[in-house]
């Protein structure tokens, strides 16, 4: 049960990384993906500390609350991303499946670390 624990949650927090350091190394790339999205431009670079936050309070398991608001986060990022890429008839991209990810996760981390 530990490894599943940690090689998803290792593997979601892989995921939030990479789309954050996109968000901080190609910041106009990325505003111009929420235009087309209709999301508002002002929140790429907040949303990219969030994602950092969010895995560092996943990690170090430091305040309870904290990491179920991180994990609650980035459900509803990856589920907007989904539902974003879905309309923009990308088809089915790394977000669901991380969703995945997160959910397992979630569950075994539950049982892990409580």
């Not at 593997?11 to 087309?36: D, H, P, R, V, W």
């Not at 398991?61 to 991303?81: M, P, Q, R, S, T």
Request: proline letters at 3%; charged letters at 15%.
């Amino acid at each position: 049960m530990k490894i599943v624990y940690w090689i998803t949650t290792v593997a979601l927090c892989a995921i939030m990384l990479y789309s954050a350091q996109m968000y901080f190394l190609n910041t106009e790339k990325i505003k111009g993906f929420f235009e087309f999205f209709n999301y508002p431009t002002y929140i790429v670079i907040p949303l990219a500390i969030a994602k950092v936050l969010g895995v560092i309070a996943i990690i170090t398991n430091k305040i309870k609350w904290v990491k179920e608001w991180a994990y609650a986060g980035i459900f509803f990022d990856l589920v907007l991303a989904s539902l974003a890429h879905h309309y923009a008839e990308h088809g089915i991209g790394l977000s669901v499946y991380a969703i995945l990810i997160l959910i397992v996760s979630y569950a075994t981390g539950k049982k892990v670390r409580p």
